[in-house]
């Protein structure tokens, strides 16, 4: 059975960093394409960034552009997601996410193309 589990997130002042961890067990990580999700108090789950089952493709939402990086070590079966620059506004829990399909369109927003969820971890930015 395949599990996703983050780590990496807490509490950190506007400007500073994160690196934020997805460790996925099982076999065949290398098949999956991964995703990263977060959802704030009373807000709907917003896509933050995604990359290919390869990692030679990544996309990043708008709003973390230019500060936030998604990488992957498939020897480690991990996906990271680097946070640069933080904003309060990046407050939220922090999900990551795998899928089977592959990443065409915009479907890699979506997070109903993901079949598979971690618990997440909590990212709080304070001023």
């Known amino acids: 059975q395949v599990q996703l589990v983050e780590s990496g997130g807490g509490l950190v002042q506007a400007g500073g960093s994160l690196r934020l961890s997805c460790v996925v067990s099982?076999?065949?990580?290398?098949?999956?394409?991964m995703g990263w999700f977060r959802q704030a108090p009373g807000e709907e789950r917003e896509f933050v960034g995604a990359?290919?089952?390869?990692?030679?493709?990544?996309y990043e939402a708008e709003p973390v552009k230019g500060r936030f990086t998604i990488s992957r070590a498939n020897a480690e079966n991990t996906v990271i997601l680097q946070m640069n620059n933080l904003r309060t506004e990046d407050t939220a829990v922090y999900h990551c996410?795998?899928?089977?399909?592959?990443?065409?369109?915009?479907?890699?927003?979506?997070?109903?193309?993901?079949?598979?969820w971690g618990q997440g971890t909590q990212v709080t930015v304070s001023f």
């Open positions: 996410a795998a899928t089977l399909l592959p990443l065409l369109g915009s479907n890699y927003q979506e997070p109903s193309t993901y079949g598979l």
């Open positions: 990359i290919s089952w390869r990692g030679g493709t990544t």
């Open positions: 099982g076999r065949a990580f290398n098949r999956y394409s």
